[in-house]
């Protein structure tokens, strides 16, 4: 089956620093969307990358799938307070029905002003 | 806000019981997905719905069972609960079964004492 490790698990960065969080998957991405969460809500759907180098913005957020379709990255310019929480990338379960994703654990970060 | 509406926010229950937990889905959205969030085992598929119907299964107990009405609205029972059903259940819905993101909803904690 496949499997999504994400490192690092927990981040503390001082305000106004950049900081990259990285998603591996066990198999070729097939999709590949990044999610942030607040702690005890739900998820809050930031990007979804589908083909091998591509990359997407989102105000201060940049996310890129590798070439490969193994593996992408989360980028945070300028880090704010509002950045904190936790990161999680999900991925279309390979072999599975499409839309039927698998997460990784989850990048908890935080933010010092 | 993600138009994904989950009810009860929060519910205590003592172990053998059983819990309906109820989700709407975002208007126009057909398919509707439920995850479980524990501490160790991260966000965990549970089950999807298209349209009524079973689409896909994922980590689902058989004490566990869900069904999709006509209104789209869907329902997770939970039944004989156990001190390991302690979780956070969320309901996510998209407008097919494809590849289109997932929108989730804020969740119902589940604590079974």
């Known amino acids: 089956s496949q499997e999504l490790e994400q490192s690092p698990q927990s981040l503390i960065v001082q305000e106004g620093k950049n900081l990259t969080i990285n998603c591996t998957s066990s198999k070729t991405l097939y999709g590949l969307y990044w999610y942030k969460q607040k702690y005890g809500e739900g998820l809050i759907f930031l990007m979804m990358?589908?083909?091998?180098?591509e990359e997407k913005s989102h105000e201060k957020i940049t996310a890129k799938l590798d070439e490969k379709k193994q593996q992408s990255s989360l980028h945070i310019t300028a880090s704010q307070p509002s950045h904190a929480g936790i990161y999680l990338c999900?991925?279309?379960?390979?072999?599975?029905?499409?839309?039927?994703?698998?997460f990784g654990k989850g990048t908890k970060l935080s933010v010092k002003p | 806000d993600s138009g994904v509406t989950q009810t009860p926010k929060h519910l205590i229950t003592a172990t053998g019981q059983r819990v309906t937990l109820r989700c709407s889905p975002r208007s126009g959205d057909l398919s509707v997905y439920w995850y479980q969030q524990s501490l160790d085992q991260g966000l965990q598929f549970l089950i999807q719905y298209y349209n009524g119907e079973e689409r896909a299964k994922g980590n689902i107990l058989e004490r566990f069972s869900a069904q999709q009405f006509p209104d789209l609205h869907s329902e997770l029972n939970l039944s004989s609960l156990e001190l390991g059903d302690s979780a956070l259940y969320f309901c996510a819905s998209s407008v097919a079964g494809d590849n289109s993101p997932l929108h989730f909803g804020n969740g119902t904690r589940l604590t079974v004492t």
């Open positions: 990358l589908q083909k091998g180098g």
């Open positions: 999900g991925a279309v379960n390979y072999g599975g029905s499409q839309g039927n994703l698998i």
